[in-house]
């Protein structure tokens, strides 16, 4: 099969063909593809030097999957385009909300490939891929009321200029120098910004909204969620402090086992010095992480966990492989 790569030369493009090569999905022929300044690039894969191609006079009939990773304007300009001669899994949220275009993440629906009207798959928001990972088995057990969760964002999320300017700015500010943002609307370093993309007439960012609404597209609609979302100075990986309701009760036992046995979740909670996960612990791992998990003393059928994993990794790279392996695997069957 031929796979190519819009968006190859940036943080999560280069991620996803690092997960290529570690799942050793055979390959045939790899286009990777980028705007005219990364033209000539040469990247590695798989032992062999590849050239990067002009994204604007690409011919997109090369590959029958291609993955698209260069953010939404990219996604709004050649998605499409692409989807009339490629299967296009697209990173993007420009697509996410569309009724026609399936959200997915594999180990929680992945029946919604079937029946592609536009030959477009969306990948949720990182950090929502993380969240219903977890949330899924829960719900299927014990029927989620409502969610309430606050998250702590890595630099990552906003690509490869935000993780640069953190470096820069630990390093001014440690020398007592002055900071003036470019990436972000505040400092940082030694910080916390409750700010993530635009805000909405109602107060809540897009950020916050998109975890609500890719969370009932992928799971059910009848779930209750309001977030917080929070970027901290952190290089790579999402955390998330979630608070959860069923409608049923449950016991901790049950909720350790059903997401240490679901697929993608590792539980690891020690309730000792040290014994959760953190978002560097989590780094370069494609697992979803859980830990401080505890009722809700003031509610009933109420639950509080954290939640951890590579946002490059689970919330992007990783999540548009594994659909890749589950078209391929349908395209066999």
Known sequence: MNIAIVGATGNVGRKMLEVLEQKKIPIAQLYLVASPRSVGQKISFNGKEHEVYNLETYDFSKAEI?????????????GEKAAKHSTVIDNSSFFRMDPDVPLIVPQVNPEAIDGLKKNIIANPNCSTAQLVITLKPLHDLFNIKRVVLSTYQSVSGGGKAQM??????????LNKKEISPKNFTKQIAFNAIPHIDVFAEDGYTKEELKMVNETKKIIDNKIELTATCVRVPVLVSHAE????????????????????????????????????ITPLDA??????????????KTKKNALNLWIVSDNLLRGAALNAVEIAELLIKKNNG
């Open 66 to 78: 291609t993955f698209f990773a260069a953010g939404g304007k990219i996604s709004e300009q050649y």
């Open 164 to 173: 640069n300017e953190l470096i820069e700015q630990t390093k001014l500010s």
């Open 241 to 276: 402090s979630v608070n959860i309701e069923f409608e049923k009760p449950f016991t901790l036992k049950k909720i350790h086992s059903s997401l240490n046995s679901a697929d993608g979740c590792e539980v690891y909670d020690k309730r000792e010095d040290g014994g959760y």
């Open 283 to 296: 780094e370069g791992k494609n697992k979803t992480y859980i830990s401080r998990i505890r009722e809700d």
